[in-house]
């Protein structure tokens, strides 16, 4: 079951460069925008149920919730480096990018404080 969750991964990371790639570059491509985002969607939900499944750590989440923001920001950085546009929106210069990431960066701080904490009380004395 382990190794569908890695794959769930993988293919989130694929199915978000796919995403960008159509937004930045609009190609003529066979699958649309919105069938696109339809596969997000089932692949996160197919990864939430994986990871309840697995019982997965608290420690696993918060690393890949890094790993996901970081790769996402590369991918923009990336996309606008080779010219392309966002059509909808995404981009280091809309307020709205910024202020996700000032949110993504506190609750990050804050669980993975809240998680040491748990450590830290859960060790015999």
Excluded: C, H
Aim: net charge positive.
């Amino acid at each position: 079951m382990r190794s569908v969750g890695i794959g769930l991964n993988t293919l989130l990371f694929g199915l978000i460069a796919l995403f960008l790639w159509v937004d930045f570059f609009q190609p003529d491509f066979i699958l649309s925008k919105g069938m696109i985002i339809a596969a997000l969607v089932v692949v996160v939900i197919g990864r939430v149920y994986v990871l309840n499944s697995l019982r997965a750590g608290k420690a696993e989440n918060i690393i890949f919730g890094i790993m996901f923001n970081l790769y996402f920001m590369l991918m923009l950085i990336l996309f606008n480096f080779m010219g392309g546009e966002s059509q909808a929106g995404f981009g280091f210069d809309g307020f709205l990018f910024w202020i996700i990431v000032v949110l993504f960066v506190y609750d990050t701080q804050k669980r993975w404080s809240k998680l040491k904490y748990l450590k830290k009380e859960a060790k015999p004395a």
